[in-house]
């Protein structure tokens, strides 16, 4: 069995922030995660992956956060749906069908009809969003969703696929943001899929889930750790985090706030986060 896995999901900017933030917090009283064997990300944790893989300290990684003048810009959706319709819409396929796969095709199908940002434009974000642009030496998985077939595809440094393209295609909400197109093949969020895609750790002896937004399926993906002998613990918002959230994440007005309560909330939890990360005996040690 490998070692530990860092497994990130999807929040939007607000979910980018306040990952940062825990991981920040965690490190600052002694439970420093960043050094996983394999970081998992999907969506706005597709972006703090590859940010942790960067090589960059968290400390500067959370500066880029909370400080304005070190804020990369960002765009604001238009011509498609709100966060709001997205989940309404989202909601109401998943009630009408039992089929994951047709669901995340129907999704992807009204991702490709809608009328977005342009591809190119969202993808200078997402490039700005990235410290480097090279995949890093270390194991980091990607994962976005065809938007014809439905199927997962995961990037990592051997798909031939570069960095800020995995990147945004794991970050391409369907009616948000553009499909990302990659030899010839469109691709929406990895988050359709699942917001955390936590299995993907599966054959990790610990592995520890950063949960932005509630994701209905870990769940069965704890499941599929446990399977192999693995062990799951899971940070989700607290309740001043979910305030820094707002209604709307994937607004720019989010990231300050979210980001220092990521910081406290690692804080607070950095002793219990210590012990599961450790090596060694039951006590972690």
Known sequence: MSGRALVL????????????????????????????????????????GAQLGSGLPVAELLARQVDPELQNRELVPSGGVTVAEFAEIWMRLAEENDDPVMI??????RALAA???????????IEG??????????????????ALTGDLRVFDRDSGVGLVDAVAASCAVPMIWPAVTIDAVRYVDGGVRSLTNADLAAGHERVLVIAPMEDPGL???????????????????????LEAFGTDPLSPSTRTPAALAGVAQGRALAAGIARFW??????GS
């Open 104 to 109: 995340r095709r129907a999704l992807g199908a």
């Open 129 to 146: 969003r990235l410290p480097r642009h090279e995949w890093p030496s270390r194991a980091l998985k990607v994962t976005a969703v065809n």
């Open 115 to 125: 009328d977005t940002v342009a591809e190119a434009e969202r993808r200078a974000v």
């Open 278 to 283: 450790g090596r060694g005996g039951p006590d």
């Open 219 to 241: 769940d069965a993906d704890i499941a599929a750790v446990n399977d192999e002998g693995g062990r799951v613990e899971v940070i989700s918002p607290d309740e001043a985090s």
């Open 9 to 48: 999901g999807g929040g939007g900017v607000a979910g980018i922030a306040w990952l940062t933030g825990v991981i920040a917090g965690l490190a600052q009283d002694g439970a420093d995660v960043t050094g996983a064997d394999l970081l998992v990300g999907t969506s706005a944790g597709a972006a703090v």
